[in-house]
């Protein structure tokens, strides 16, 4: 199966309290298991950071979806490609904290790539190349802990 992913990083319009994004995953999670998308959903400092995988047309059509979403502005897309298989087979979507990241000792490893994106440091091969390294190892992290 090709497995397309992409990320993107967006303002939101408002402040997000713990207890909605989770809420937020929830009703993303439901909509994404009929898609067979997976990813995960992060917010720091008023901004979101998604990742999404699955078929591309799926993945591309929720992309849609959620740029039309009023309580946020996107402020870069990042393709991913297609992947050699699927990194968060299990995720439909997941709202991952900043205390699960810190869990996973991969707070830094987020920062960096979240300040390379908003400022543009980084051309899209590199960047990719971090996300993707990111998306490795949260999902080797949660692979060890089902164990």
Do not use: C
Not at 23 to 50: I, M, P, S, W
Not at 76 to 94: A, S
Not at 127 to 138: A, F, G, N, T, Y
């Amino acid at each position: 199966m090709e497995i397309f992913a992409v990320v993107y990083y967006s303002q939101a319009h408002y402040s997000f309290r713990e207890e909605q994004l989770i809420a937020l995953a929830r009703k993303a999670e439901e909509r994404n298991q009929r898609l067979r998308v997976t990813g995960f959903l992060q917010y720091r400092d008023g901004h979101f950071f998604q990742y999404l995988e699955g078929k591309q047309y799926k993945v591309l059509t929720l992309l849609g979806h959620i740029k039309r979403d009023p309580r946020h502005t996107i402020l870069r897309i990042v393709p991913l490609g297609e992947l050699p298989t699927r990194y968060l087979d299990h995720w439909h979507m997941r709202y991952i904290g900043q205390h699960i990241l810190a869990q996973y000792d991969l707070i830094d490893l987020l920062h960096i790539v979240l300040d390379r994106i908003s400022a543009g440091v980084y051309d899209q091969e590199i960047l990719q190349r971090r996300i993707l390294r990111l998306v490795q190892k949260i999902s080797a992290y949660d692979r060890r802990k089902e164990q």
